[in-house]
């Protein structure tokens, strides 16, 4: 048995077309045209691609894009004032600060001060608190695309055994939270492995569903896969460059040896990467449609 290989990329863009069809409608129906801040501080290669991305993005589906490229000196009392200014400008639906920031600054300052109704990264703690409870709209946006690849693939998850490897704020935790909710596309039986667990592979092999956020080359090989399983690699791992010079990457999946027993998978790059801009873009939608009162928060 060989995989079906999960293209993150096909489901992107089929979400875009999609949000695109929807922006469309609330701009004629209701004169809605949703707007995402992006704020930069310094010059960062990786975060400055990431900005750029966005914003094609935006353009893209057609949200309006609003962005703050700050020098790297800039004061956190500065770069507060930003944010707040922002929080009251009507055009803006969704605020994000690139991260990582310059160490002068506390990057918890800044994200806490972000309006939760325009946290559309899902971050702020009144968003994780939404989260938890059930009634989030803001999911992080790595973990929304996770689901949606999940789904999208056409594997059923109520009652699944879901296991997640790696517990980080951005990935695991709020991953594991959102599967185990009583909801459609979740409702599933969640285990959380990590650094702490004594025996991984009792876990990993029970799993339905593996999702890994381990952050380790190849940490999860063939002998820890369940038959069958589906699995969601999330790790993007710099292993070294190739012949033409560009950078080498590997997951935390042995994917040429997993996909042979798996059913299904993602690839490294190609997987969950194109995802989280496009669910960035989804938030943004239902940040604006929350502001015109069309749904509630």
Do not use: W
Request: charged share 20%.
């Amino acid at each position: 048995m060989t995989a079906t290989i999960i293209s993150g990329k096909e489901v992107a863009t089929a979400i875009r077309a999609e949000l695109k069809a929807e922006v469309a409608e609330l701009k004629e129906k209701h004169g809605i045209q949703p707007g995402l801040a992006t704020v930069l501080v310094g010059e960062d290669p990786a975060s400055v691609s990431y900005v750029t991305a966005k914003g094609r993005g935006c353009e893209e589906i057609g949200l309006a894009s609003f962005q703050h490229t700050l020098p790297a000196d800039i004061s956190q009392e500065d770069l507060l004032k930003l944010v707040d200014k922002l929080n009251n400008d009507p055009k803006v639906d969704g605020i994000l600060v690139q991260l990582p920031l310059p160490k002068h600054i506390d990057d918890n300052k800044i994200l806490y001060a972000i309006n939760p109704d325009k946290d559309v990264d899902g971050f702020h703690p009144v968003n994780v608190g939404r989260l938890v409870i059930g009634e989030s709209i803001f999911p992080p946006c790595t973990p929304a695309g996770i689901q949606e690849l999940i789904v999208r693939a056409g594997t059923p998850t109520k009652g699944a055994e879901l296991v997640v490897v790696g517990r980080s704020n951005i990935v695991g935790k709020p991953i594991a939270v959102m599967m185990l909710q009583k909801a459609p596309n979740a409702n599933s039986t969640v285990t959380v492995c990590h650094t702490g667990s004594r025996d991984m592979t009792l876990h990993t092999l029970r799993a339905d569903i593996l999702v890994v956020a381990a952050g380790v080359p190849k940490a999860v090989t063939a002998d820890m896969v369940k038959p069958g399983a589906t699995v969601i690699d999330v790790g993007v791992n710099r292993i070294g460059t190739t012949a033409s010079g560009k950078a080498k990457l590997a997951g935390d999946v042995d994917f040429e040896a997993v996909k042979e027993k798996a059913s299904a998978i993602t690839p490294v790059p190609g997987g969950v990467g194109p995802m989280t801009i496009t669910m960035l873009m989804k938030n943004t939608v239902m940040a604006a449609k929350a502001a015109g009162g069309l749904i509630k928060i």
